[in-house]
Each structure stands twice: as structure tokens, then as C-alpha cells.
């Protein structure tokens, strides 16, 4: 399958900061890695990681969004029709906020490159972008690093969203590949924020 066109016509629909065409590429780009250790059917995780977040900023969930135009897309673009409804499945579960395990393992694979994509450099860039967008504060004024007993605000915080969301996410992980590639991630996330708050204790 070639899936050249299929980026063309999504790049030109994806511009969300923080969801734009870039973080689909990414996603693509992690699932080919990943789904080419584990015996799944390439072509339904590579459609779904490309049609994932198609349905963002309508002002709706944008999963099920996503499910509706992809299945537009696909079956105008003459997509094998017996492996469309397992592309609008994995679709439809990608997200972490549903808490929910795909039980195929292209579904698992699309939230495993997804959650990466959300850690690291990469997913630090992203949560400043998506906050700043969101009119956010970069981080809660009195307590940065969340170390005194309060309620986590990732909606009014972007640095919050790193312990409301981005730390929980390596639990949820499915495949050993993925586990592995979010260590670093990890740990370079923990020196970030040793750095940040060095630069913002030596101000006092
Ligand atoms: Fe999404
Ligand atoms: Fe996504």
C-alpha cells in the first residue's frame, strides 16, 4: 500500500498546534518502528496512525470524529474494504483520556507511538505549544514542580500536565519496544525539570 497520497491529503487538514501534521508523521513514523517487531498488519496500523487525529478541532471527541472522516477517506481512496473497520477501531480507542486497551495489536501499537509522541523532547515542546495555545500559564505560579499537597491543574498549568498525564503514561504502555524507547525519553524529561528548577531557585 502506498501511503504517500494519503499524507498528502491529511497534511493539508491537519494544523491544530500541537496535533498538526508534524505529530501525525511522528506517529507514523514510530508505529512503522514498532509494528515492524510485531506481527501486525502494516497497512491497517499505518492508516490509522495517519487518519488518527483527522477529526480534531471540531468541537467534538475528536476519536469518533476521526473515525467518521477516515472512513470517508478510505473508501474514497479504494482502501481494501475488510481492513477499514480495523482501522476505524483503533482509531476509535486511541485515546488515553478513554483509559480503554484496544484488543488488537494494531490498535495497541497506535496508542503506544501516540503516548511516545507525548514524552521527551518531543512531547515537552508539545505540551508548551498546546498550553500556550490554550492560554495556560507554563507553570503553577507558587508550586512549579508539584511539590506540595494541591490539585493539579493541567487545564490552567502546562507543567502540571507532567504529572497529571505525561509520568502516567509509561503505564500504559503495550509493546517492549515502546517500554524501552520511553525510558530516555523519560529521564531526559526528569533532567528538564532538575534544569528548570535550578534556573528558577537561582532567581532567589
Ligand atoms: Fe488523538
Ligand atoms: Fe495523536
Redesign the pocket.
Known amino acids: 500500500m502506498d501511503f504517500e497520497k494519503l499524507k498528502e491529503e491529511v497534511a493539508k487538514k491537519m494544523n491544530a498546534p500541537g496535533?498538526d501534521f508534524l505529530?501525525?508523521v511522528r506517529?507514523y513514523n514510530l508505529a512503522k518502528k514498532i509494528g515492524r517487531n510485531e506481527n501486525c498488519d502494516m497497512d491497517i496500523l499505518l492508516a490509522a496512525s495517519l487518519l488518527?487525529?483527522i477529526g480534531?478541532g471540531e468541537g467534538v471527541e475528536h476519536s469518533k470524529k476521526s473515525v467518521e472522516i477516515a472512513g470517508e477517506i478510505l473508501r474514497k481512496i479504494d482502501f481494501p474494504e475488510e481492513k477499514i473497520r480495523d482501522v476505524l477501531y483503533a482509531i476509535s480507542l486511541?485515546r488515553y483520556r478513554d483509559g480503554i486497551t484496544p484488543h488488537t495489536l494494531e490498535g495497541k501499537i497506535l496508542q503506544d507511538a501516540?503516548r511516545l509522541?507525548?514524552i521527551g523532547a518531543i512531547g515537552i515542546i508539545r505540551c508548551f505549544t498546546y498550553g500556550g495555545a490554550h492560554g495556560r500559564m507554563d507553570y503553577h505560579p507558587e508550586d512549579p514542580f508539584f511539590e506540595t499537597p494541591r490539585r493539579l491543574e493541567g487545564d490552567r498549568y502546562s507543567l502540571d500536565h507532567f504529572y497529571d498525564k505525561l509520568f502516567k503514561l509509561k503505564n500504559t504502555l503495550h509493546t517492549e519496544m515502546a517500554r524501552k524507547i520511553a525510558e530516555g525519553r523519560y529521564e531526559f524529561m526528569r533532567e528538564f525539570l532538575r534544569r528548570l528548577k535550578d534556573e528558577i531557585d537561582s532567581q532567589s
Open positions: 496535533h505529530h501525525v506517529v488518527h487525529d480534531r486511541h501516540d509522541d507525548a
